[in-house]
């Protein structure tokens, strides 16, 4: 039997991200983790991306800044092991 660390080794995601998938999606977390696992398999990296937004803009409106705070540190973190979740955007300087 895989344990939940190994499970999270293999998936390719952090734990933050897979909290943030959990969240959003309102699933337990070995769920979000197969869940997140399929979508970076299948190039809906974006998709994540959003979740990670999402979640932020709902912490913003609950006055939650150290939720806040957390959610953009794994979305910086997502985007910099998964720099295809924001490729065909484009970008204003």
Avoid: W
Avoid at 3 to 25: F, K, P, R, V
Avoid at 64 to 74: D, E, G, I, R, Y
């Amino acid at each position: 039997m895989l344990t939940y660390t190994e499970c999270l080794e293999m998936c390719g995601l952090s734990d933050d991200e897979i909290d943030a998938i959990a969240e959003h999606e309102h699933l337990e977390p070995i769920v979000a983790m197969a869940l997140g696992k399929y979508m970076v398999e299948h190039n809906a990296s974006a998709q994540i991306r959003q979740y990670i937004l999402d979640d932020i803009e709902l912490a913003r409106a609950q006055g939650n800044s150290a939720k806040m705070a957390l959610l953009s540190q794994t979305l910086c973190h997502f985007m910099t092991t998964h720099p295809d979740c924001c490729q065909g955007e484009s970008r204003v300087a």
